[in-house]
């Protein structure tokens, strides 16, 4: 059973830029968690993906936006680059499960210049 | 609206000693609750859940949270701190969002474990 895999590991962007992060999802795991963690803060709720239809969404505006692909990799894509945006991205995945037990990859770091 | 505080951003323990991070809830409903740790430069690995199964819950490396109702807490504890356990670790409360759930994580406690 392979877990949660994101790619790239860092990336850096100047203001204005878009950007597309991607994230595999654990076998077997048909929902999908993005989830912004700015330095030294806990983790923030962007989206949720279920079968390949947004599921639910945290205070995020709309240049956040994301997709879900029929073997439940994802991508979460920001337009418009701001220098707050600079965080770690984290992607979490989840099954059937009514605990919402979420397992999260590894992130990627995100610098906004 | 379901949220975690998260007592104390900063823990400090020598080698041995007992390990207490504090995590308040609040919750509408009957809450589920996790404790997650992660380490430098790395994504959140979870530590252990309370799904109302049973007010004490053992999770990975030693570590435990009691589930009290009546304190609207989920304390994590580990009775002798290892320097390996150095680290950053959440407290999140499991909450409805559309069709689904949400995490809504607290702010994290830093652990650190001196000789």
């Known amino acids: 059973e392979t877990g949660v895999t994101q790619s790239p590991t860092h990336l850096i962007k100047t203001r204005g830029q878009q950007v597309t992060l991607r994230c595999s999802s654990q076998s077997g795991h048909n929902t999908v968690s993005w989830y912004q963690q700015a330095l030294g803060q806990g983790p923030q709720f962007i989206f949720q993906y279920y079968r390949e239809e947004e599921n639910g969404r945290g205070n995020f505006p709309p240049r956040f936006s994301g997709l879900q692909f029929p073997n439940y990799s994802s991508e979460l894509n920001v337009n418009a680059l701001e220098l707050d945006d600079s965080a770690l991205y984290l992607c979490?995945?989840?099954?059937?499960?009514?605990?919402?037990?979420?397992?999260f990859g590894p992130g990627t770091r995100l610098t906004v210049l | 609206a379901q949220s975690v505080t998260q007592l104390g951003s900063h823990v400090s323990v020598s080698e041995g000693a007992l390990v207490l991070l504090r995590c308040n809830y609040s919750?509408?409903?009957?809450?589920?609750l996790f404790w997650y740790v992660q380490y430098p430069n790395q994504g959140l690995q979870l530590l252990l859940k309370?799904?109302?199964?049973?007010?004490l819950v053992k999770g990975i490396n030693g570590f435990e949270a009691e589930f009290k109702k009546s304190e609207t807490s989920f304390h994590l504890t580990k009775p002798s701190a290892h320097m390996s356990d150095a680290a950053e670790y959440f407290c999140a409360v499991s909450a409805p969002t559309g069709g689904g759930n949400k995490l809504t994580f607290g702010t994290g406690t830093q652990l650190k474990v001196e000789l």
């Open positions: 919750s509408s409903v009957p809450p589920y």
């Open positions: 309370y799904t109302s199964a049973a007010t």
């Open positions: 979490a995945s989840s099954g059937d499960s009514t605990y919402n037990e979420q397992f």
